[in-house]
């Protein structure tokens, strides 16, 4: 086990140092990151001495270098925008981040699992049909339309829900249900395609044939293979949530790193940007950690390597 | 159970000496069982009409302008008119002329973008499966790299460097969308490569070429267009969302993205600059998600028998 969480840990750090050099070079590729971030009217003057207070003129590889040294010890420059440093802006905004999809995950845990089960216990009945016309639905609807849609009919029109911001503690009503519907419907699907999976496995036609309780069947034998690949999805969804907020934050003004992203582009505040993008992966990276040792313990085939 | 059992195995038999021609027959009465199959190609044959056809059917000029029209409510809500269906934007711009219009952003992105990315990604998965050892290695660490990143984030990132062009959307997907497709090829050469009917072809006699272009490329073509079913969807979603964020086509093209961004603007008065794009990309992205399960479940004979 121990092996297992050294190499997957070692796998991790390599990723980080592959995202990190991403995220340096992707400011890069254009030519001139000076220009990129000084505004259109800027004058030629104040584009050189903005490169060389930001140190663009310098050698690349001693940029990298001091980019990677830097970010090691939570570095990332300063934030154009504000002038102060950028990490402590991101690191501010995480707990609204954190709020909303972990609001979200549950609502998308509470609707997905329970008709994910039922359709795969009963495929093809009524409530399989409505189960899978809202799995549907939470795959087609585009989140950014839909959080518009829900705040004019719940907000504007009803007065249900605020409309914006983090004031009110039913605030994260609305952002959290538009965050969690696509993920209830991978949930959804997830769960009910692996109950199917299970249904016709061997090991449960000899409980049946054994003569157990169907109850007993479905809740130790069905329940407990679901949750194994139920895990891994959760993992990688939450990670997708904390990333993939940007549009929800941006329409509630949910004061999340989201929303900072948005901003940040419009201000032109690459380092900014580059912070966020860096430490979202950080995040990101450790929550699959996590979810591989999960799935590790669940799963003892994974941990002596099959 | 055991009912079903004894036709799905005459079923595969059946199938060893199956024609091209049967084939097709044989998906059609596939497609004719399953009806969400057929309302999912319907509605995407209905996409790509209206992209296609948009310049030819007498619909007004998406780009005229005419402010003394300007904000007109839908036909069917009071001070509305048929002239203008979906009714007009800020500038008096025909809405449901930019709606049609905007079918031919979103699946010039989808389509361009996933061949882009099915091909790049076919080539390298194709590789690093077929020879395996220190290249498989090589390939798969930066596939790995790429699909362990907060995906959106970084296509924003890019596009907000890059600039808004259709070029730039394009290319932006289509490489960042490639692992997925090296993944899922190489996944399936190794698999195929390793199985029996490959083994017996090889002692068989069989040449590479014949093994490759009999065995490995018709095996692969089931998961590769059911994968570019779905991600073609997931594009067109993305970019519907990096136009809400300004940072996909020049705004003066009308695409669903860009309509929505403005629609935005005007939410509580004109609710209907937002509706009309956003019900066309549910449209599109649920046409192609039916699509995808049809197919999914059509062209894997495992997953045949667990739709019935």
């Known amino acids: 086990m121990l092996r297992y969480f050294l190499s997957k840990l070692?796998?991790?750090?390599?990723?980080?140092?592959?995202?990190?050099?991403?995220?340096?070079?992707?400011?890069?590729?254009?030519?001139?990151?000076?220009?990129?971030?000084?505004?259109?009217?800027?004058?030629?003057?104040?584009?050189?001495?903005?490169?060389?207070?930001?140190?663009?003129?310098?050698?690349?590889?001693?940029?990298?270098?001091?980019?990677?040294?830097?970010?090691?010890?939570?570095?990332?420059?300063?934030?154009?925008?504000?002038?102060?440093?950028?990490?402590?802006?991101?690191?501010?905004r995480l707990p609204a981040t954190v709020e909303l999809a972990g609001v979200g995950l549950l609502m998308a845990l509470v609707v997905g699992i329970p008709l994910g089960l039922v359709g795969g216990l009963n495929p093809g009945s009524a409530?399989?049909?409505?189960?899978?016309?809202?799995?549907?639905?939470?795959?087609?609807?585009?989140?950014f339309w839909l959080a518009l849609i829900l705040m004019l009919v719940f907000a504007v029109r009803l007065g249900l829900f605020p409309a914006f911001g983090r004031d009110e503690l039913t605030s994260v009503v609305l952002p959290a249900f538009v965050l969690g519907l696509a993920v209830s419907s991978q949930?959804?699907?997830?769960?009910?395609?692996?109950?199917?999976?299970?249904?016709?496995?061997?090991?449960?036609?000899?409980?049946?044939?054994?003569?157990?309780?169907?109850?007993?069947?479905?809740?130790?034998?069905?329940?407990?293979?679901v949750a194994i690949p139920l895990v891994s999805v959760i993992g990688v969804q939450f990670g997708y949530m904390l990333g993939g907020s940007i549009y929800i934050e941006a329409i509630y003004a949910w004061p999340g790193m989201g929303q900072l992203l948005q901003q940040a582009i419009g201000w032109r505040d690459f380092p900014l940007v580059q912070a966020l993008t860096v430490f979202t992966s950080v995040v990101v990276l450790t929550l699959n950690l996590v979810t591989d040792m999960a799935y590790a313990l669940l799963d003892p085939r994974i941990r002596y390597g099959r | 159970m055991a009912g079903e059992t004894i036709p799905h195995q005459a079923d595969s038999m059946l199938s060893m000496r199956r024609t091209f021609r049967d084939r097709l027959g044989y998906?059609?009465?596939?497609?004719?069982?399953?009806?969400?199959?057929?309302?999912?190609?319907?509605?995407?044959?209905?996409?790509?009409?209206?992209?296609?056809?948009?310049?030819?059917?007498?619909?007004?000029?998406?780009?005229?302008?005419?402010?003394?029209?300007?904000?007109?409510?839908?036909?069917?809500?009071?001070?509305?008119?048929?002239?203008?269906?979906?009714?007009?934007?800020s500038l008096g711009r025909d809405l449901f002329s930019r709606t049609i219009y905007g079918a031919r952003v979103s699946l010039t992105v989808g389509l361009f973008g996933v061949v882009i990315a099915a091909a790049l990604g076919m080539v390298v998965g194709a590789i690093a499966g077929y020879f395996g050892g220190r290249i498989d290695a090589l390939i798969t660490g930066p596939i790995n790299l790429i699909l362990s990143m907060p995906y959106l984030l970084f296509v924003v990132f890019i596009a907000a460097i890059l600039g808004r062009s259709l070029l730039n959307v394009i290319l932006i997907f289509g490489i960042t969308d490639s692992p997925i497709f090296a993944r899922v090829t190489r996944g399936e050469v190794l698999r195929i490569r390793e199985s029996?009917?490959?083994?017996?072809?090889?002692?068989?006699?069989?040449?590479?070429?014949?093994?490759?272009?009999?065995?490995?490329?018709?095996?692969?073509?089931?998961?590769?267009?059911?994968?570019?079913t779905f991600e073609m969807s997931a594009m067109i979603f993305y970019e519907a969302g990096l136009g809400f964020l300004g940072l996909s086509v020049p705004p003066t093209v009308p695409s669903w993205g860009n309509m929505l961004a403005e629609g935005r603007k005007y939410l509580s008065s004109y609710?209907?600059?937002?509706?009309?794009?956003?019900?066309?990309?549910?449209?599109?992205?649920?046409?192609?998600?039916?699509?995808?399960?049809?197919?999914?479940?059509?062209?894997?004979?495992?997953?045949?028998?667990?739709?019935?």
């Open chain 2, 271 to 308: 609710p209907w600059l937002t509706t009309f794009p956003g019900l066309a990309i549910m449209f599109t992205s649920m046409g192609m998600n039916l699509s995808g399960d049809w197919l999914r479940d059509v062209l894997d004979p495992r997953l045949r028998r667990a739709r019935r």
């Open chain 1, 127 to 143: 409530l399989d049909s409505i189960g899978r016309f809202i799995g549907l639905l939470g795959q087609s609807i585009p989140n």
């Open chain 1, 10 to 92: 070692a796998l991790s750090i390599v990723l980080l140092l592959g995202v990190m050099t991403l995220a340096f070079f992707m400011l890069r590729v254009t030519g001139d990151p000076a220009s990129l971030m000084m505004s259109r009217e800027a004058s030629p003057e104040q584009i050189e001495a903005f490169r060389e207070a930001m140190g663009f003129n310098r050698p690349l590889g001693v940029q990298f270098w001091d980019f990677l040294t830097g970010a090691a010890v939570g570095d990332f420059g300063n934030s154009l925008h504000y002038g102060s440093p950028a990490l402590p802006l991101v690191l501010g």
């Open chain 2, 27 to 89: 998906l059609g009465r596939l497609l004719w069982r399953d009806r969400s199959g057929v309302i999912g190609l319907t509605m995407i044959l209905v996409v790509i009409l209206a992209a296609l056809l948009a310049p030819h059917v007498g619909l007004q000029d998406p780009l005229a302008q005419n402010l003394g029209e300007s904000r007109m409510p839908p036909a069917w809500n009071a001070g509305g008119s048929w002239d203008h269906p979906f009714g007009t934007d």
């Open chain 1, 187 to 225: 949930i959804l699907r997830m769960t009910r395609s692996t109950v199917l999976e299970v249904r016709s496995e061997d090991y449960i036609r000899t409980a049946h044939s054994k003569g157990l309780q169907p109850r007993t069947i479905y809740l130790k034998h069905v329940l407990r293979n």
């Open chain 2, 196 to 228: 029996a009917y490959v083994e017996s072809a090889v002692s068989a006699g069989a040449r590479w070429g014949r093994i490759i272009f009999d065995h490995i490329v018709p095996n692969l073509i089931g998961p590769l267009i059911t994968l570019a």
